[in-house]
């Protein structure tokens, strides 16, 4: 038995899995909130709820992800200072990176008014559906500087090759989300409003739980000192970094924000349908996402030590780790859509809507899977401008074309787009993997 495991699990394996399963249980919680949030709100009289959270979530995806290189950039540098054994680069990092985090999210705060217009104005949804997305954004918007200290203290714990710190953090905050949800929408009764306040509450209770973790974790010897703050061309060189995972990021949050938009020029229960369906892709990307949050912390180390064998062991566990994951996934959308819509609505039409477009779930985990571990790769390796490039092709060169032509398909079109995305992503950043690999590019300087 003993000989079976080790044929199965290879020591790399058991690394890639020591980070991984926390950080898939600790993604899961993420989306656990948005099937709270759905199961609530789905199970009301009006569909109306529901479609509100689903615009107001999305503008604040797209709001928040936007500087998501809060996370994806802390976690690549963090993991090679971590290789390299560099202590002060690794809190040097942090502090700096907390300091941007406050300044954005205070800058949101100020400007909130003209975005929270504009972002309702693009995705165009009904006057009853934009003015509860409009409350339900004038309240989530104060949690905009505990969301990107979040995003700051998870990328260095990820890279500092600490998941359990992200586990312990979110899983008691979303625990404190979920109570909150139940007791300010069933026993309240504030509807959007309630899900709103929970959501705020719950991020800075998180953001406290991160603090404490990270100040544990702080390397024996190092102090907070005056050049931990460093100078402004600090600053300046950390957002130059990660200029290119905020334009991918950009480009991708537009796309999940055109196909809701989209959803909702279609009609306020194709909007719910598709905000029911959306919630398994996020189940899924929060799932596939453990091995790719792994692989980045571990590629990220073998770059800093310079192993090109490391690199090639790591990348191949996580692919096959990825791929067995992604079908996992896939037997269990086939074999239980219909129960899970249920579970997250009562309501007769959206329920019957979102099962007419069930089999376009049943695509989403073998067409996403390359996509996301391909991310965590480049992550690591801080090839972000790579990341950039191969979104922006997947986005105009594929993504918008096939929608166009496909208006008439209706729902089914808008479908057929977003699953064309996933698969341009995962062939133009396989394409130039392989390349990297072939002319061993992964180990030159940028």
């Known amino acids: 038995m003993r000989n079976l495991h080790k044929k199965i699990f290879s020591p790399t394996d058991h690394r890639l899995w020591l980070l991984a399963w926390p950080l898939m249980l600790t993604n899961l919680t993420v989306p656990l909130l948005g099937l709270v949030d759905t199961a609530v709100l789905g ?4 569909p109306e709820y529901l479609g509100a959270v689903a615009v107001g979530a ?29 202590s002060f680069a690794q809190v040097a990092l942090l502090v700096r990176s907390l300091m941007l985090a406050v300044g954005i999210g205070l800058l949101l705060i100020l400007f909130h008014q003209p975005l929270i217009t504009l972002g309702l104005h693009l995705m165009n949804p009904s006057p009853s559906v934009a003015e509860l997305a409009a409350e339900y954004a004038s309240i989530r918007i104060w949690s905009a500087p505990a969301v990107l200290c979040q995003y700051t203290l998870v990328g260095w714990l990820i890279g500092t090759q600490y998941p359990r710190g992200p586990m312990v953090m979110l899983i008691i905050a ?35 739980i991160g603090f404490v973790i990270v100040l544990k974790r702080m390397p024996e010897g190092q102090t907070l000192t005056k050049e931990l703050f460093g100078q402004i061309s600090d600053y300046l060189r950390i957002l130059q970094v990660n200029r290119f995972i905020m334009v991918r990021t950009i480009a991708l949050l537009l796309v999940l924000a055109f196909f809701t938009a989209q959803g909702a020029r ?5 909007l719910a349908a598709n905000a029911v369906l959306i919630t398994f892709l996020l ?31 790591v990348f191949s566990s996580a692919l ?15 074999l239980g859509g219909r129960w899970l819509i249920s579970l997250l609505t009562d309501i007769e039409g959206v329920q019957f809507t979102a099962w007419q ?12 899977v390359w996509g996301f571990l391909l991310d965590g790769v480049f992550i690591g390796a801080t090839r972000t401008r790579e990341m950039q490039n191969t979104m922006l092709f997947s986005a105009l060169v594929v993504f918008l074309p096939i929608w166009w032509l496909t208006t008439g398909w209706g729902n089914h079109g808008l479908w057929l787009s977003l699953i064309s995305l996933m698969l341009a992503r995962a062939a133009s950043m396989g394409w130039l993997c392989w390349q990297y690999t072939r002319h061993d590019l992964w180990f030159r300087s940028q």
């Not at 139940?182 to 309630?194: A, E, K, P």
């Not at 899924?284 to 192993?307: C, P, R, T, V, Y």
């Not at 477009?357 to 996403?368: D, I, Q, R, V």
Request: hydrophobic letters at 55%; charged letters at 10%; proline letters at 2%.
């Open 58 to 86: 999305n503008l604040f995806s797209i709001l928040y992800w936007t500087f998501g290189f809060m996370r994806m950039g802390t976690t690549g540098l963090a993991a090679q200072a971590w290789g390299q054994q560099d």
């Open 266 to 270: 279609q009609g306020d229960i194709i």
């Open 357 to 368: 477009y069930l089999p376009w779930l049943w695509l989403l985990p073998f067409a996403a």
């Open 320 to 334: 096959r780790w990825s791929i067995w994951g992604a079908l996992l996934l896939t037997i269990a959308f086939v």
């Open 174 to 208: 979303n625990g404190i989300n979920i109570a909150l949800d139940i007791f300010f929408v069933t026993v309240l009764g504030w509807n959007s409003r309630g899900v709103a306040m929970a959501t705020v509450l719950a991020e800075y209770g998180a953001t406290a």
């Open 43 to 46: 199970h009301l009289d009006n």
């Open 283 to 313: 189940v899924i990307s929060n799932a596939l996402d453990g091995f790719a949050n792994a692989a980045e912390a571990l590629i990220g180390e073998a770059i800093g030590k310079n192993s090109k064998d490391q690199f090639k062991t």
